[in-house]
């Protein structure tokens, strides 16, 4: 069974970078479309990038795009996320998922996506 685990999370200063990852374990990620999403105190969840399984399509929100890169380590089977230029509203628990296809719409996240992480915290302040 896939079970996804975040790391790479903590506090930097605006305009500082940062590099998630999202570490598979169970099965391969090249099976799945992995979307990485947010949610910041007081938001709703936003789903700010994705990459597709079989022809590696990225997609990102308008928020972070960009600034923000999404990408495949297949020796570490994992999907990483590279955030460059953070600003203050970055500031969310930040968590991976795994789908068939990248679907960003809300209703999507909790319909098409699974085995959700437990979430890393990235904090931007100065």
């Known amino acids: 069974q896939l079970q996804l685990v975040e790391s790479g999370g903590g506090l930097v200063q605006p305009g500082g970078s940062l590099r998630l990852s999202c570490v598979a374990s169970?099965?391969?990620?090249?099976?799945?479309?992995i979307g990485w999403f947010r949610r910041a105190p007081g938001k709703e969840r936003e789903g700010i990038s994705c990459?597709?399984?079989?022809?590696?399509?990225?997609y990102y929100a308008d928020s972070v795009k960009g600034r923000f890169t999404i990408s495949r380590d297949y020796a570490a089977n994992a999907v990483d996320l590279q955030m460059n230029s953070l600003i203050l509203g970055d500031t969310a628990v930040y968590y991976c998922?795994?789908?068939?296809?990248?679907?960003?719409?809300?209703?999507?996240?909790?319909?098409?996506?699974?085995?959700w992480g437990q979430g890393t915290q990235v904090t931007v302040s100065s």
């Open positions: 998922a795994a789908a068939d296809h990248c679907e960003m719409y809300r209703a999507a996240y909790d319909n098409r996506y699974h085995s």
């Open positions: 169970g099965d391969s990620l090249i099976h799945y479309a």
């Open positions: 990459i597709t399984s079989s022809d590696q399509i990225t």
